[in-house]
């Protein structure tokens, strides 16, 4: 497998994983509607990503699976909902939230290192279906990581001070 391959197949896994991290957090968050809301909406992109992913694998010597079915929702699911909603706004829910921001950054800013590294294969081989799909991907992953770090920004102030 060349090292275009390989990238290939950690930035797909790296988009899976994202995928799966948003929406549990967005499970995880779901009395802040805000973040519950956009956290869903950005998953679908990493969703997309790992998709289109997949469907470039072949031509570059690596097969990869579509992305992650969704897990059926369950007891557990409807357990986190009402833990989510007992819990409400407490001081130890907002210091979670932070901590799932700053995980979601720092797992964005990965895909994003892949997707620049995939970007200067894809020009020093002329590959224009791999930069076309870079240049499509890649920016929706840069909004992912500064939505993130605008969520930080705006609830670290109030959040560390009254915990």
């Known amino acids: 497998m060349s090292g275009i391959g390989i990238t290939l197949r950690l930035l797909h896994d790296d988009e899976r994983d994202l995928e799966q991290d948003l929406l549990a957090a967005a499970g995880r968050h779901r009395t802040e509607h805000e973040f519950h809301h956009v956290a869903t909406d950005v998953a679908r ?3 997309e ?11 570059h010597g ?16 409807t357990l986190r909902e009402k833990a989510s909603e007992a819990l409400g706004r407490r001081p130890e ?9 700053r995980d979601l950054h720092l797992a964005a800013s990965r895909s994003s290192l892949h997707w620049e590294m995939l970007a200067q294969a894809a020009q020093a081989t002329r ?9 499509s991907c890649h920016p929706q992953t840069l909004r992912q990581m ?18």
């Open 146 to 163: 500064r939505w993130t770090n605008t969520m930080i920004k705006v609830l670290s102030p109030q959040l560390l001070v009254s915990a």
């Open 62 to 77: 690596v097969h990869l699976s579509g992305p992650r079915a969704h897990p059926s929702p369950g007891p557990l699911a």
């Open 49 to 59: 990503h790992a998709t289109r992913l997949a469907a470039l694998g072949p031509g």
């Open 127 to 135: 590959d224009r279906e791999l930069l076309e799909l870079v240049s």
């Open 93 to 101: 829910t907002g210091l979670l939230l932070l901590r799932d921001l």
């Open 45 to 47: 992109w990493s969703r």
